[in-house]
């Protein structure tokens, strides 16, 4: 077990600084703060996080963190760390973690005894689920699924019985391609696509599949991709309607139960006490 009170301790913090996913407006005053005052940013495209921190007037050096340099750095980030110098981790845009690199990271810097403090802010997940018209709970967000077809269609199977908002990311130009798939799948259910969220040209479509496949051209932009959860009713079999109460009993006997087994899986099918069926059966 691990206690952190994340301001009051002796090392060196990690910061998981939240940046705008488009909005520079949508950059808090913390997140600014933080980025100023550690002694180092990490970030997945240190191209992208230098026109941010130019905007901001923060001067703090900068490396890069992302999937295919992650184990060198994080071994160059815990030494700084453990030099007494806190660390910023940042994506491109919204939260870090969240579909982009980082886990391994901050499992290492817990591991070894470092505070991890999450400094919050723009997050496209949240900004596209809010504003869906979709239940904004429960929700499963997935991020971003696999493009070999068959392996997409085996994970799309996986969520289709689930009763809860799905949350996609998906590239403009494989939406049309995965919708399509979608409607094989779950059916033609509500689906939204939010994309450019917090830009000039942000824009919702609300529908059904069939009808925002009709609607879909040109995307372009970030999409983040919604479907609605699948509340059918569950057909349950009711096998035994018609049976009488002897007869029911018989059938799970003569599948080698017990009769006081199979009294109880009687009642469980009725939803019945078992004191009740084992009343009824004995003195009918």
Same mark, same amino acid.
């Given at each position: 077990m691990q206690v952190q009170k994340s301001f009051q301790h002796d090392k060196a913090t990690l910061f998981l600084v939240s940046t705008p996913i488009g909005n520079l407006s949508d950059m808090t005053p913390r997140a600014v703060e933080t980025l100023k005052t550690v002694a180092l940013i990490a970030s997945e495209d240190t191209r992208v996080t230098k026109k941010l921190c130019n905007h901001f007037d923060i001067d703090t050096p900068l490396t890069s963190y992302h999937e295919h340099n992650k184990h060198q750095k994080t071994e160059l980030i815990v030494q700084r760390l453990s030099e007494g110098d806190p660390v910023a981790l940042v994506s491109d845009a919204g939260m870090p973690l969240i579909s982009d690199p980082g886990d391994?990271?901050?499992?290492?810097?817990?591991?070894q005894g470092y505070a991890v403090v999450p400094i919050p802010g723009a997050n496209a997940v949240l900004t596209a689920l809010i504003a869906s018209g979709l239940p904004a709970q429960p929700f499963l967000f997935y991020g971003f699924l696999e493009r070999q077809k068959s392996k997409k269609k085996a994970q799309l199977t996986t969520v289709e019985p689930l009763?809860?908002?799905?949350?996609?990311?998906?590239?403009?130009? *494989?939406?049309?391609e995965t919708?399509?798939?979608?409607?094989?799948?779950f059916g033609n259910r509500q689906v939204v696509v939010a994309r450019e969220l917090t830009k000039?040209?942000?824009?919702?479509?609300?529908? *059904?599949?069939?009808?925002?496949?009709?609607?879909?051209?040109?995307?372009?932009?970030?999409?983040?991709?919604?479907?609605?959860?699948?509340?059918?009713?569950a057909v349950v079999d009711r096998w035994w309607e018609g049976l009488t109460l002897h007869d029911h009993v018989a059938h799970y006997v003569a599948q080698g139960q017990r009769t006081n087994e199979a009294i109880k899986q009687v009642a469980n099918d009725l939803g019945r006490t078992r004191q009740a069926v084992y009343k009824e059966y004995h003195h009918a």
């Open positions: 391994q990271l901050v499992k290492t810097a817990l591991d009763p809860v908002t799905l949350i996609f990311y998906e590239s403009p130009h *494989r939406l049309k919708l399509v798939m979608m409607l094989e799948v000039l040209f942000e824009e919702f479509l609300r529908g *059904r599949m069939t009808e925002i496949l009709m609607h879909l051209t040109d995307v372009k932009g970030e999409v983040v991709l919604l479907v609605e959860g699948n509340h059918e009713e």
